[in-house]
Structures are given as C-alpha cells and as structure tokens.
C-alpha cells in the first residue's frame, strides 16, 4: 500500500540552527501539507501546498518556515532559525481530492 | 475558523465492548473525519463523512454527523485490543478533503483484552 514517508524520523538541533524535513508524499497525488503537534496539543496546520505554490497557510507559517518540492517526489519543510518552541512533531500529507494520507512524522527537538 | 474538539475523556473499555467518542465544532463545515493515531505513530485515516451526510458506516465504526448541533460521534462496535490509540475528529470547509484540516484534541481509548 502506497504510503508518505518522513525523514529523520527524530531531529535533534540547537536554537539558532535551521533544519528540513523532508518528505516523499504519494507518488500520484497532487496536494501535499505540513502539519505540527507539540507534545500534548492538538495536530496544527502549518501550510497546503499545490501546483508549485503554497495554496493556503496559517499564522503559525511565518517567514521563518519555507516549503519546497525540489523535485518530482520530495517535499521537504525548511526552518530557517529554530527556535525552542518549534520542538514538535512535525507531520507530512499528501492527498488526492479527497483524502489526506499522514506520513508517521518527525519530531523536531531544539535545544 | 473550524475548530473540532472532541469530548475531553480518556475511555477504557473491555474487549468486546463498544467505544462512543464525541466531537463539536463551532463553524459551518463541509467535511468531517476521524483519524486514529496509535502512541508515537502518524495518522491514520478513518472515515470522512460530508455534511449532507447523516451517518456514515466502515467496517466496525459508525459516525454520526448533526449539523444543527455541531457535532459528530465515532462508534466502534465490538472493540478490540489493537483499537487501542487517540481517536482525532479534523473538519474541513470545502466539499474535498484537499484543504486544511482543523483538529480537536483527541480522545485516548484503551481496550483491555
């Protein structure tokens, strides 16, 4: 069965430094997202993704956050200067019309 | 914007027994659904139902949609000890499921074999 899939699957950066995480969504889908969750919070939308652009983003996605599709199958999640409350899990998805498959994620550790 | 939020409780079951988790939004939505995440795991897609839809069925589970309430209920019928994970509503406003997903808390079932 088709799956997303996530790397590292755990990140471990100081404050300041900046990371990617990458992601190869579905091979045929077209939508692709990230998602976060800091520890015991609820899953938060970070940023859609489609034909090439950013199709919507929240509050959360400031300019210290940038997204790519580089190539035909990665999509990778850049942060530019981390900092200690962007420790979270960070999540990848990718979708066809209608339903978004989650990859099992990353979880970004700033110290 | 849409916000699920699930009933606050942590449910404990036997084996066998049925699971009943609630969610309420506050906006007007297109689509709701339900995501399972198993401890340290991604999100694993359950049922979507639209809201023009009253009750959608999967297998074991069964949600419910109320639109006039804001709110959903997810039954798993005849648990089993592999059900064991956080149960997540997510709403959409678009008729697809290809925009952003707004998710409630979660709520944590454990079933006992």
């Known amino acids: 069965e088709p799956e997303v899939t996530q790397t590292p699957s755990h990140q471990v950066t100081q404050m300041g430094q900046e990371v990617i995480l990458r992601c190869v969504p579905i091979?045929?889908?077209?939508?692709f997202y990230w998602y976060r969750q800091i520890l015991g919070q609820k899953v938060e939308f970070l940023v859609s993704?489609?034909?090439?652009?950013?199709?919507?983003k929240s509050e959360i996605f400031d300019d210290q956050f940038s997204v790519e599709r580089p190539d035909g199958s990665n999509f990778t999640l850049k942060i530019r200067s981390t900092k200690l409350e962007d420790s979270a899990m960070y999540f990848c998805a990718s979708s066809d019309l209608n339903i978004q498959y989650f990859g099992a994620g990353t979880r970004l550790s700033v110290l | 914007s849409q916000q699920g939020e699930e009933d606050p409780q942590a449910l404990s079951i036997q084996e066998g027994e049925n699971a009943t988790m609630n969610c309420s939004y506050k906006?007007?939505?297109?689509?709701l659904q339900w995501y399972r995440q198993n401890s340290g795991r991604g999100l694993v897609h359950l049922i979507l139902?639209?809201?023009?839809?009253r009750e959608k069925h999967s297998g074991r589970l069964r949600v419910t949609l109320d639109t006039s309430k804001k709110s959903s209920s997810l039954l798993i019928t005849a648990s089993r000890a592999a059900d064991t994970a956080s149960y997540f509503c997510?709403?959409?406003?678009?008729?697809?499921?290809?925009?952003?997903?707004?998710f409630g808390k979660g709520n944590q079932v454990v079933v006992i074999p």
């Open positions: 997510a709403t959409g406003d678009a008729y697809y499921g290809n925009n952003r997903l707004a």
């Open positions: 993704f489609y034909n090439n652009e950013i199709s919507e």
């Open positions: 906006t007007s939505i297109n689509n």
């Open positions: 091979s045929n889908h077209l939508y």
């Open positions: 139902i639209r809201s023009n839809e």
